[in-house]
């Protein structure tokens, strides 16, 4: 983790819920805000833990992943610059209900739960803003649950990479099989199998710990209809709140 050099240095914009907040609400929260950049793996939240603080990401993304017994875990949602990490601290008893991992490099602005706390006491509209992200990042777990258990592997694939690009707002995707294949619960040879048919549709090129996307519309194609439901209800929470 390093520290950012100055808190200046990005632009709260670029974060969409602090891009529609009363400037009331982001006056209250800027002078608290530590900005910092986290590399891929680092661990912000461990199921069980309490949470110290909450993250609102300018860049890169978060998985929010259930851990197994056995050691293997799957990615129940991700996390980018149009939400927020471990807001539901600041509505419940701040445990951390998920491991959240950073699966992409990252630029966040981190803020005590306790000022997140007496901001959303103070303000009305900015927790019914959490409440509603909570909400929407509880359909995108339920969606990735369904999508898991009934759709095939290529589908379930392109709607990950088609949503990892959305957050990173890059069709060059710095990703490992065995990654992939962690965060879709299968095997790596099965990531392994469908890429290649991604890659000789024309849809992707894939090379070691890298995808890069050739043709989106071909991958919405390729992809099931979680990829655009769950877009619809981050749209629509970002649009209700703004307007």
């Given at each position: 983790?390093?520290?950012?050099?100055?808190?200046?240095?990005?632009?709260?914009?670029?974060?969409?819920?602090?891009?529609?907040?009363?400037?009331?609400?982001?006056?209250?929260?800027?002078?608290?805000?530590?900005?910092?950049?986290?590399?891929?793996?680092?661990?912000?939240?461990?199921?069980?833990?309490?949470?110290?603080?909450?993250?609102?990401?300018?860049?890169?993304?978060?998985?929010?992943v259930v851990e197994l017994k056995e050691g293997d875990m799957v990615e129940?949602?991700?996390v980018g610059r149009d939400g927020v990490v471990n807001a539901a601290s600041a509505l419940?008893?701040?445990?951390?209900?998920?491991?959240?991992?950073?699966?992409?490099?990252?630029?966040?602005?981190?803020?005590?739960?306790?000022?997140?706390?007496?901001?959303?006491?103070?303000?009305?509209?900015?927790?019914?803003?959490?409440?509603?992200?909570?909400?929407?990042?509880?359909?995108?777990?339920?969606?990735?649950?369904?999508?898991?258990?009934?759709?095939?592997?290529?589908?379930?694939?392109?709607?990950?990479?088609?949503?990892?690009?959305?957050?990173?707002?890059?069709?060059?995707?710095?990703?490992?099989?065995?990654?992939?294949?962690?965060?879709?619960?299968?095997?790596?040879?099965?990531?392994?199998?469908?890429?290649?048919?991604?890659?000789?549709?024309?849809?992707?090129?894939?090379?070691?710990?890298?995808?890069?996307?050739?043709?989106?519309?071909?991958?919405?194609?390729?992809?099931?209809?979680?990829?655009?439901?769950?877009?619809?209800?981050?749209?629509?929470?970002?649009?209700?709140?703004?307007?």
């Open positions: 983790m390093n520290e950012a050099p100055k808190r200046g240095l990005l632009n709260h914009s670029e974060n969409r819920l602090l891009a529609i907040l009363a400037p009331e609400v982001l006056q209250a929260l800027t002078p608290h805000f530590k900005i910092r950049e986290y590399a891929q793996g680092t661990v912000l939240a461990v199921s069980g833990d309490p949470v110290i603080e909450v993250y609102f990401p300018y860049s890169g993304i978060v998985s929010l129940a949602a991700m419940d008893g701040r445990v951390s209900l998920n491991k959240a991992i950073v699966q992409m490099s990252a630029f966040v602005a981190a803020v005590p739960v306790p000022i997140i706390v007496a901001i959303a006491d103070q303000y009305r509209d900015f927790r019914s803003l959490l409440i509603r992200h909570e909400q929407v990042l509880l359909a995108q777990s339920q969606q990735s649950g369904a999508c898991n258990a009934s759709h095939m592997v290529e589908a379930r694939l392109s709607r990950w990479l088609l949503r990892t690009r959305d957050l990173a707002q890059s069709d060059d995707l710095p990703i490992t099989q065995e990654f992939l294949g962690q965060m879709l619960g299968v095997q790596r040879t099965s990531i392994s199998i469908v890429a290649g048919a991604l890659q000789k549709a024309g849809l992707i090129r894939y090379r070691r710990g890298h995808i890069k996307i050739l043709d989106v519309d071909g991958l919405k194609d390729a992809a099931c209809e979680c990829y655009e439901t769950v877009r619809a209800h981050y749209d629509q929470m970002l649009t209700a709140y703004s307007t």
